[in-house]
């Protein structure tokens, strides 16, 4: 009987720790398109929209690439290596640069989601971002 006891504590603690330990929402990206430039080779334009749940934490990334950032809904958080984090809301814009360290880029809500757009121009075929640890 003491060791069904033991087991039957045992899994509450591990259903416990199951949610505590949950995964952060995350960023839910749909392309709205891609564009060659035939003025630029190599380059490419790339228009998304990124959406955030509330709560969402972008990991560390960066680029490779010029992006630019306007924010459709809600309230976001950015900020890039040695820079100062920005809070915008719609209407407002940012920029991030191929060299940029993305070190900040959250949801500044736990309860509202909030959307933007980015247009990034990068060499083709050119992952999104790339994490840095």
Not at 96 to 104: A, F, L, Q, V
């Amino acid at each position: 009987m003491r060791i069904f006891r033991t087991l039957a504590t045992l899994c509450v603690l591990l259903a416990g720790t199951a949610v505590a330990q949950q995964a952060p929402p995350q960023a839910v990206v749909a392309p709205l398109m891609t564009k060659a430039l035939s003025n630029y080779p190599g380059k490419e334009v790339i228009m998304f929209t990124v959406e955030y749940p509330p709560g969402t934490v972008d990991p560390v990334h960066r680029h490779n690439a010029d992006a630019f950032i306007y924010v459709l809904e809600g309230s976001i958080v950015m900020g890039v290596k040695g820079g100062t984090p920005v809070t915008l809301t719609a209407g407002q814009t940012f920029y991030e640069g191929p060299n940029d360290i993305h070190t900040i880029g959250r949801n500044a809500s736990s309860t509202q989601p909030a959307k933007f757009v980015v247009v990034m121009l990068k060499e083709h075929g050119a992952p999104l971002l790339t994490p840095v640890p």
